[in-house]
């Protein structure tokens, strides 16, 4: 049985367009400690929450009706519109290409997420967000750079 890393207890905000993938991935936050977790299935309804909710991590798809991601992002990243320029964003999406790899890089993107992907994939990838910043048992401060590169 695959047992999950347990991960600080983090605001979450999870956008895709999916019920069944954001069921999905909220199954395995939580699996991983993760408890407080919102869902969007649009990018409208993404900025929406973002008003009402204050997350340390932001686990989005690139491809999101009404806003998708590059649009999205460059909202969230903006220093005029935003409170969350320093919030780490995961991206999900099923085409890594290397344009969005490009575009999700140029926007300062911590990780990129080829779906479908496992548990231990997406446990792995949040391990490397959080843990190389804060001694064991510490939560990290709010948008900590993970020092890696982008990965699928």
């Known amino acids: 049985m695959l ?3 347990q991960l600080p207890n983090v605001p979450v905000l999870l956008a895709d367009e999916s019920a069944f993938v954001r069921r999905t991935v909220r199954a395995m936050l939580i699996q991983s400690g993760i408890r407080q977790v919102v869902e969007s299935a649009d990018g409208g309804d993404l900025l929406i929450k973002l008003g009402q909710f204050r997350p340390e991590l932001i686990v989005m798809d690139w491809d999101l009706p ?3 991601g590059p649009d999205l992002i460059d909202m969230i990243r903006s220093p ?25 890089a140029a926007r300062g993107i911590l990780m990129v997420l080829r779906k479908p992907f496992s548990p231990k994939v997406l446990w792995q990838r949040l391990a490397a967000v959080f843990e190389p910043h804060s001694p064991p048992g510490a939560t990290p401060a709010p948008g900590a750079p993970a020092g890696g590169a982008l990965a699928v």
């Open 3 to 5: 047992k999950p890393l």
């Open 66 to 68: 009404v806003l998708d």
């Open 80 to 104: 005029d519109t935003g409170a969350f320029g320093r919030t780490p964003i995961v991206l999900m999406t099923s085409r890594p290409t290397p344009r969005l790899m490009e575009q999700a």
